[in-house]
T-cell receptor
Framework: EAQVTQNPRYLITVTGKKLTVTCSQN?????MSWYRQDPGLGLRQIYY???????DKGDVPEGYKVSRKEKRNFPLILESPSPNQTSLYFC????????????FGPGTRLTVL | QKEVEQNSGPLSVPEGAIASLNCTYS??????FFWYRQYSGKSPELIMS????GDKEDGRFTAQLNKASQYVSLLIRDSQPSDSATYLC?????????FGTGTSLTVIP
């Protein structure tokens, strides 16, 4: 089944404790992206990757890191999480940046205390 | 100025009516426009994409694009209770995607 998977789905952590949210797709997509969704602010792009070893900042990259060592994986790293990073996070992938359809993962709800 | 603006709603329509959702965008470079539906607690799913001025129909859904006025709309005909969701407008000016905050639609049986 074609899909984007994210882990964990739910995470409660404390300020400053490094964490990684994994994202994996099995569709051989070149383009992958991370978003955060907050009430009243909508879906905002954090980072995106056009292909392996190519990553770029989106609208809200501060406090986040990403890497794209393999085509299928695009982990999101919070080196020192803060409460303002409490949010719902989505990973997405598509064939290319101009591709019609982005496939979204199920989401990761992160709470930073 | 936000890249994409939508009325947050909520928008309520009776079952069988036409629901009209609107979106404006600021970047004239944008060439690709999308409507996503998001049920509560779920991830967004693509409903429609449109690239050229005019109308594009897919079943009960019609997307309308007017690049001169920088707006894109979504019409849902014969609305059903299962259409109750938040609808997100998105634009793709280059390699990034910009989403609106979404319009909440409730279809009343």
């Amino acid at each position: 089944e074609a899909q984007v998977t994210q882990n964990p789905r739910y995470l409660i952590t404390v300020t400053g404790k490094k964490l990684t949210v994994t994202c994996s797709q099995n569709m051989n997509h070149e383009y992958m992206s991370w978003y955060r969704q907050d009430p009243g602010l909508g879906l905002r792009q954090i980072y995106y990757s056009m292909n392996v070893e190519v990553t770029d900042k989106g609208d809200v990259p501060e406090g986040y890191k990403v890497s794209r060592k393999e085509k299928r994986n695009f982990p999101l790293i919070l080196e020192s999480p803060s409460p303002n990073q409490t949010s719902l996070y989505f990973c997405a992938s598509s064939l290319s940046s101009g591709s019609i359809r982005q496939f979204f993962g199920p989401g990761t709800r992160l709470t930073v205390l | 100025q936000k890249e994409v603006e939508q009325n947050s709603g909520p928008l309520s329509v009776p079952e069988g009516a036409i629901a009209s959702l609107n979106c404006t965008y600021s970047d004239r470079v944008s060439q690709s426009f999308f409507w996503y539906r998001q049920y509560s607690g779920k991830s967004p799913e693509l409903i429609m994409s449109i690239y050229s001025n005019g109308d594009k129909e897919d079943g009960r859904f019609t997307a309308q694009l007017n690049k001169a006025s920088q707006y894109v709309s979504l019409l849902i005909r014969d609305s059903q209770p299962s259409d109750s969701a938040t609808y997100l407008c998105a634009v793709n000016p280059g390699n990034q995607f910009y989403f609106g905050t979404g319009t909440s639609l409730t279809v009343i049986p």
